[in-house]
């Protein structure tokens, strides 16, 4: 009985002995602000550091603007940003709370603490990061990638380049669209992935999968293109073998007036072969040259003349002999050159326009006018003269005239100047066969087969009917002083206009 009494006290005071030290142990290491020797965190001591110092230890090695996200294209790199940028962040608070925790579990009670002492405390951190959705869906777009998106082009016939070129048959490429909600889904997963798999790494990469790409393959039947190109190119070069004329054009000079001749008017004449050859249609161009001819063409056409007397005389066509009259061969020679110059050409027609003496059968013209205010005019009936130039008289006077007892009447017409002379010895036939004579003139002007105009020193008087028993072999007997004037102040091819009234 004794035996069982001490026994029980020894126990009793065993006991008593453990409660009093592990209260005195447990009030000391519940008053240390550290984790306890043996603390590690995978596989890491972390004995004698405060939850706060972890906290920042651990949030700095989280820190997510050090990990670079790379997301490659075709084994290039197509987007890149930290991973802060793509939406990740580390959560200090959440951080520090977890080492708060596991300070205050590792000494809630004197068991664990013993328990902490003597075989030590594993932790078992997970990472916490906050996610932001809008940050992360700015990020993980296609549109955002260095190549740019392309839809798929389907095999087509184009001009290559743009307005210049020829048809080419283009595309056949597959486009490279990616649906951004699969692309976001993707690399959402990877990046939870790594995140989860432990300690945060430098860089994370990415490569884009297939399965996210939505452009479909391009489609065409290329053989049937070709064809299609060739026939396209074909009727183009053809065109453009034409179209080249555009730039062709003929400027008809008429004085003041002009009439132009451009591709509007021409571009119908003109016709190509399959060896883009251009030809220019004969008939129409020569139609075009007469229809110059019947608007501007004033020689050997009727004139209508309004006479110094008030009178307007009509010569007829055989009676005009002065004026402009287009070479309608030479023109039609000439016209064919300019149009394949490709160039604009501004002229006046080619005109028949010289007479034996290599001068002009006209002086001026402004439109169908080839008087322009310049021209001697006789009458023959009045035997009187005029001689007007741009407009303004310069002299008249009495004359005489052709004899016309005998058949020697001065030709009637509108002629041109053939030329001028001084002086010159006139010579002929008498009428009748009575003889020759030969005259010395100072001023020569001849109009007609040995008619012209000349001074007529050897006459006393002029005017009047003296031309009738005594007039001359044809000519136009001028006073000295008139024959002069004229003679300095007119051009050859000035034309001479003889009528009866």
């Not at 664990?112 to 993980?140: H, Q």
């Not at 050897?458 to 006073?479: A, D, K, Q, T």
Request: hydrophobic share 35%.
């Amino acid at each position: 009985m004794k035996k069982k009494i001490l026994i029980t006290l020894i126990l009793v005071l065993i006991l008593a002995g453990l409660g009093v030290g592990g209260y005195f142990l447990f009030k000391h290491y519940d008053a240390q602000t550290t984790f306890l020797d043996k603390t590690t965190v995978d596989g890491e001591e972390i004995g004698g550091k405060t939850p706060e110092e972890l906290a920042k230890e651990f949030a700095s090695r989280l820190d997510t603007t050090k990990t670079k996200v790379e997301l490659s294209e075709n084994g290039e790199t197509a987007l890149a940003a930290t991973l802060d940028k793509a939406g990740w962040s580390c959560d200090e608070t959440e951080v520090k709370a977890f080492f708060v925790r596991a300070y205050h579990s590792q000494k809630s009670n004197i068991f664990r603490l013993i328990k902490s002492l003597v075989a030590g405390t594993e932790l078992n951190f997970k990472e916490v990061y906050t996610f932001d959705e809008k940050t992360f869906t700015d990020f993980a777009a296609s549109g955002n990638f260095k190549v740019p998106r392309e839809e798929t082009v389907d095999w087509h016939i184009e001009m290559v380049p743009p307005e210049t070129g020829e048809y080419e048959v283009v595309g056949g490429t597959k486009g490279n669209i990616i649906d951004d909600e699969a692309l976001r889904t993707f690399v959402k997963g990877q990046i939870t992935e790594t995140l989860e798999a432990g300690a945060l790494p430098k860089e994370i990469s990415i490569d884009v999968p297939a399965d996210v790409y939505t452009s479909v393959d391009p489609v065409g039947d290329v053989p049937a293109l070709e064809k299609e190109r060739d026939e396209k190119n074909h009727e183009l070069r053809k065109q453009r073998a034409i179209d080249a004329f555009k730039a062709s054009s003929i400027t008809y000079v008429f004085g003041e007036e002009k009439q132009v001749l451009d591709f509007n008017t021409f571009g119908s004449w003109l016709t190509v072969n399959d060896q883009y050859e251009v030809y220019i249609d004969d008939k129409a161009a020569e139609e075009y040259v007469v229809s110059l001819k019947q608007k501007y063409d004033t020689q050997y056409h009727e004139r209508a003349f309004n006479t110094s007397t008030g009178i307007t005389h009509v010569f007829s066509e055989g009676e005009n002999e002065y004026g402009y009259r287009i070479n309608q061969p030479e023109e039609l020679k000439q016209l064919f050159a300019d149009l394949r110059s490709f160039k604009a050409v501004e002229r006046e027609p080619v005109y028949v326009s010289t007479n034996e003496y290599g001068n002009p059968y006209y002086l001026a013209r402004n439109g169908v006018d080839d008087l322009c205010g310049t021209y001697v005019e006789v009458n023959l009936t009045r035997q009187h003269l005029w001689f007007y130039k741009n407009g303004q008289l310069i002299v008249q006077s009495d004359i005489v005239s052709g004899r016309v007892s005998d058949g020697k009447e001065t030709k009637t017409g509108v002629l041109p100047l053939a030329f001028k002379q001084s002086p010159r010895v006139l010579t002929g036939d008498e009428a009748g066969g009575s003889g020759s004579y030969s005259t010395y003139v100072e001023y020569w002007m001849p109009f007609f087969d040995g008619q012209g105009l000349h001074d007529a020193s050897w006459r006393g008087e002029f005017g009047g009917n003296i031309y009738v028993e005594n007039g001359s072999h044809g000519c136009v007997n001028l006073p000295p002083s008139v024959a002069r004037t004229i003679y300095e102040n007119i051009e050859v091819g000035t034309a001479i206009i003889i009528y009866k009234e």
